[in-house]
């Protein structure tokens, strides 16, 4: 084998290498957790939602979470439809707290439940958003931004799981003709980004705004709301910034 040997200056003197790979900085979102389930490391919660956030997030947001306060996830058993919930922070002041069921440690809830965090603390998201967390919200109103949710999911994750279905299974109530909750979810997969890109940022915020109304998600429906997210949509004007 041919060795090059390392080059040096007029001078004699070791001429470093430049590398032309850019290293990607990291920025891990700062993240602690009370754990109220005995089975459960509260070590091993942290670094998973830490890998999902570094993945799904990008720079600009988690430097923004973090600033604003960090995560902090309360690991806790919750009621049967319940797998997690973003509860905020208190009095606007401290972390960004989530509650998360040890059954649903996954890259879908963390993803699904950090751009609830998202919507309320990014500067950078559109108008809907803020309007969309501005308690109490209508039935129609929630359904909406669950389904905008859903779909931003579904568009940064690294991988669908299509046993996590829970939305899908209500449009599958509403709209027995069509294909399984596990088809439609992957369908909008492909409909968003096709299998392998995964944005983030700004840019998942807009492919979901700009696919959503084509999207299986988007006939999602809380039982007792009177419209469709695709139909509660068109009821909005969107500013974006
Ligand atoms: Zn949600």
């Given at each position: 084998?041919?060795?090059t040997l390392p080059k040096r200056d007029r001078k004699g003197r070791f001429v470093k290498k430049k590398s032309n790979i850019l290293k990607a900085k990291?920025?891990?979102l700062r993240t602690t957790a009370t754990i109220c389930n005995p089975n459960t490391d509260p070590k091993k919660v942290v670094r998973a939602f830490r890998d999902v956030t570094s993945?799904?997030?990008?720079?600009?947001?988690?430097?923004?979470?973090t600033k604003s306060g960090g995560a902090h996830l309360?690991?806790?058993?919750?009621?049967?439809r319940n797998e997690a919930a973003y509860v905020g922070?208190?009095?606007g002041k401290g972390p960004h707290i989530f509650l998360i069921d040890p059954r649903f440690i996954s890259e879908e809830t963390f993803t699904h439940e950090v751009i609830h965090a998202l919507q309320q603390y990014d500067p950078k998201r559109p108008s809907l958003d803020k309007e969309l967390t501005i308690y109490p919200l209508s039935w129609e109103d929630v359904t909406l931004k669950e389904a905008l949710t859903e779909a931003e999911t579904i568009a940064r994750v690294k991988k669908i799981d299509p046993t996590a279905d829970n939305y899908y299974k209500d449009i599958k109530k509403d709209n027995p003709q069509y294909p399984s909750e596990k088809e439609m979810k992957k369908e909008d997969r492909k409909r968003l980004t096709g299998e392998n890109d995964t944005p983030k940022g700004e840019k998942s915020v807009k492919i979901v705004h700009k696919k959503f109304k084509n999207l299986r998600i988007s006939k999602f429906k809380y039982p007792k709301s009177k419209l469709t997210a695709?139909?509660?949509l068109k009821t909005k004007t969107i500013k974006r910034r």
């Amino acid at each position: 084998m041919k060795k090059t040997l390392p080059k040096r200056d007029r001078k004699g003197r070791f001429v470093k290498k430049k590398s032309n790979i850019l290293k990607a900085k990291t920025t891990n979102l700062r993240t602690t957790a009370t754990i109220c389930n005995p089975n459960t490391d509260p070590k091993k919660v942290v670094r998973a939602f830490r890998d999902v956030t570094s993945q799904n997030l990008s720079q600009r947001e988690i430097r923004g979470l973090t600033k604003s306060g960090g995560a902090h996830l309360i690991v806790v058993e919750l009621d049967n439809r319940n797998e997690a919930a973003y509860v905020g922070r208190v009095d606007g002041k401290g972390p960004h707290i989530f509650l998360i069921d040890p059954r649903f440690i996954s890259e879908e809830t963390f993803t699904h439940e950090v751009i609830h965090a998202l919507q309320q603390y990014d500067p950078k998201r559109p108008s809907l958003d803020k309007e969309l967390t501005i308690y109490p919200l209508s039935w129609e109103d929630v359904t909406l931004k669950e389904a905008l949710t859903e779909a931003e999911t579904i568009a940064r994750v690294k991988k669908i799981d299509p046993t996590a279905d829970n939305y899908y299974k209500d449009i599958k109530k509403d709209n027995p003709q069509y294909p399984s909750e596990k088809e439609m979810k992957k369908e909008d997969r492909k409909r968003l980004t096709g299998e392998n890109d995964t944005p983030k940022g700004e840019k998942s915020v807009k492919i979901v705004h700009k696919k959503f109304k084509n999207l299986r998600i988007s006939k999602f429906k809380y039982p007792k709301s009177k419209l469709t997210a695709k139909q509660q949509l068109k009821t909005k004007t969107i500013k974006r910034r």
